[in-house]
């Protein structure tokens, strides 16, 4: 996979477009570090790389939550605490002008 810096991108656009079908995909690079993912399409996978990019967005998602629920010890609390926390959030919404 090739890493493009934003410089990069920025001065020389027209080679990084020529060159993105034939490399498919190209990580962008700010300060070294990944900021953004360039994948080619066309007319005929356009909505189905969409489709599955929202997908593979979702399920990273579940996985960071799952996660933040772990180092917070979320993931341990009783059925009874759960409800608890829904009644309160409920209430605190109720609380809160529209």
């Known amino acids: 996979m090739k890493f493009v810096s934003v410089r990069d991108l920025r001065g020389n656009s027209a080679r990084v477009w020529r060159e993105l079908p034939v490399e498919r995909e190209m990580i962008i690079t700010h300060n070294g570090r990944p900021v953004a993912l360039l994948a080619a399409v066309d007319e005929r996978n356009l909505e189905q790389a969409l489709a599955t990019w929202r997908k593979v967005r979702a399920s990273q998602a579940i996985v960071d939550i799952q996660r933040e629920s ?28 529209r």
């Not at 180092?71 to 009874?80: F, I, M, Q, T, V």
């Open 70 to 97: 772990a180092r917070s010890g979320a993931d341990k609390l009783s059925k009874a605490e759960i409800e608890a926390e829904i009644a309160n959030a409920r209430r605190a919404r109720r609380k809160t002008p």
